[in-house]
């Protein structure tokens, strides 16, 4: 079975930084694009950050300059590192892999179950 395991979000004061960080479990062969997203209560959910296996990156503009994207792919893990965080960072965080090739075949569009951000001002 494959699924993303998520960790590092929290609480934490304007100005301040957080590491997330989500890992690919699972008899996994390779693994395309890793990403994070978010959604604010309201609000759709936003592209972040994604990076591909050859570690091209995108970013969404609001976040470019103050959060960087990683990963390790002998790990199977995505890092996002979030400086400077703002009040308007606060959202739920998912983890996210376009696609990637299992022992038992192809899997497309998976996510992470979610953690909160909360940035105090």
């Known amino acids: 079975q494959v699924q993303l395991v998520e960790s590092g979000g929290g609480l934490v004061q304007a100005g301040g930084s957080l590491r997330l960080s989500c890992t690919a479990s699972?008899?996994?062969?390779?693994?395309?694009?890793m990403g994070w997203y978010r959604q604010a209560p309201g609000n759709q959910r936003e592209l972040v950050a994604t990076?591909?296996?050859?570690?091209?990156?995108n970013y969404g503009n609001s976040v470019k300059g103050r959060f960087a994207i990683s990963r390790d792919n002998a790990k199977k893990t995505v890092y996002l590192q979030m400086n400077d965080l703002k009040p308007e960072d606060t959202a739920i965080y998912y983890c996210?892999?376009?696609?990637?090739?299992?022992?038992?075949?192809?899997?497309?569009?998976?996510w992470g179950q979610g953690m909160q951000v909360t940035v105090s001002s």
């Open positions: 699972g008899s996994i062969l390779a693994i395309n694009v």
């Open positions: 996210n892999v376009d696609r990637l090739q299992s022992a038992w075949g192809l899997r497309s569009d998976l």
């Open positions: 990076i591909t296996s050859g570690g091209s990156i």
